[in-house]
Structures are given as C-alpha cells and as structure tokens.
C-alpha cells in the first residue's frame, strides 16, 4: 500500500542537506516514486539524483522556481511534466509543500515589517502558488496535497516570540482546508502535518543536539503515509507530531 511505482510526487524545498525536505524524498525514493524536487536554488547537486535513484527512485528531475511567484510556480509546473513525459507520467500523484522557513519576530510592537512579510512570502505564499500551479495535474490523477504547518498554529500551541510564523502557517492549514473541501468532487484531498521542533541539521545547530526532536524520518513515514491509498479516506486533517 505504501509502493509510489508508477507514481509522480512533487516536493517543494529539498535544496540543502540534512533538512525535512531530503528525508521525504529518500521515503518515497525508497519506495520506487518518480520525483520532481523544486527549490529556490540550483545547489541540489547532481549526485543528490543518484542517490535517490540507487535508493530506488525510478526517475528524478530537480528544478529551480521562485515559488513565491505564482507566475514561476507555473512554469515550474509545466517544466515538471515536460521532464517526466517519457515516463507517461504527466499526472501528479502527490504534492508535498515542504518549502517554507522558521522565524522569531517577537513581541508585536518591537518586530520588524519585513520580518513578518516574509513569514507569510516564504510559506504562505509558496504553499499558494504550488498549490495553483499543479492543481489540474493532481485532478487529473485524483492525487493529494500535503501541506507543512506548525503546532504553533494549532489549538493549544504557543505562538509566542512567533507571531508572524503561526500567522502564517494558520494560513497554510486554512488553505488546506479549503483545498480538502474545494477540490473533493474532483476526487483531489490534502491534509497537513503540524510538528514541533524537526532534527534537521539547521535546528540542532541553533537548539543543539539534545531537544525533545521530531526524527525526519519520522515525518517522512507520515507524509508517505497521508499519500498513499492506506489515507483514501483521509482530507481536511492536520496530525501534530510531537
């Protein structure tokens, strides 16, 4: 039930090493996906595709987008299909919104504008303009969106010293809501993972080594899980994982 042969996932945000984004695309390689990896930057090294592809992976390609911009996202998701047309595979499968990025901004009359609009550019805006750009491909595979949000923006979590970033990342789990409701008579669902600290290379190096962590691979069992036909029945949900 967890095999991606055949299958197309996309996934946002898989530039540097050691971060979320390489650990669930090393998840669905493992389990024989064809990949799309986009990101802001044109440092996802080639041997990164070997690896995934020795992993099991049946095809990888790597683009560069500004998914901020909804007019890049766009061609960014045409590019997608072009490099995987060999393959028949023009449907997508599964888009995971990984792109995005964490923030304090503080108390709210000492924080900085421009630290907020980039709360929301980086993972709002990003999360919209993916979500637009592929929404035809994943109806036509009846496919699933996977959104990133925070336990800061759940009920019950703290936003403090974070106002901007659970601001935003409210907004991706309401946009994924609409996306659950919006897009089921077209057989489309999307749910979102909300976890707390990740042990990713850049949050050990800030927080250290011994933080109550999430593993990565942990979140990439989960997003392959909300991806596959085990979750048919699954949209409009948000999983904190602690």
Sequence with gaps: MLDF??????????????????????????????????DRSADVPAERTATLQSLGAAHVSTH?????DAGDAQRAAAEV??????QHLDRVHAVVCVAGGF??????DESDP?????????????????????LPAVRDARGCFVYFGS?????????????????????????????????????????????TAIRTATNVADMGD??????RESVADVVAFLASPLARNVSGQVLVLA
């Excluded at 299909?81 to 060999?86: L, V």
């Excluded at 421009?114 to 592929?134: C, P, S, V």
């Design 5 to 38: 042969r055949d299958k197309l996932i996309v996934i946002t945000g898989v530039g540097r090493e050691g971060q979320v984004g390489e650990a669930i695309a090393r998840g669905f390689a493992q389990r024989g996906a064809s990949l799309a990896l986009i």
């Design 103 to 108: 923030g304090f901004t503080g108390a709210l």
């Design 114 to 134: 421009d630290a907020w609009t980039k709360q929301f550019t980086i993972n709002l805006d990003t999360a919209f303009a993916t979500t637009r750009a592929f």
């Design 81 to 86: 299909q072009w490099a995987h047309r060999e």
């Design 64 to 68: 560069v987008a500004n998914l901020a």
């Design 151 to 195: 336990v800061a923006a759940t009920p019950g979590g703290s936003p403090k010293g974070m106002a901007a970033y659970a601001a935003a990342k409210s907004g991706v789990l309401s946009l994924m809501r609409t996306v659950a409701l919006d897009e089921k008579a077209h057989g489309v669902r999307a749910n979102a993972v909300a976890p």
């Design 210 to 215: 011994s933080a109550d962590y999430v593993e």
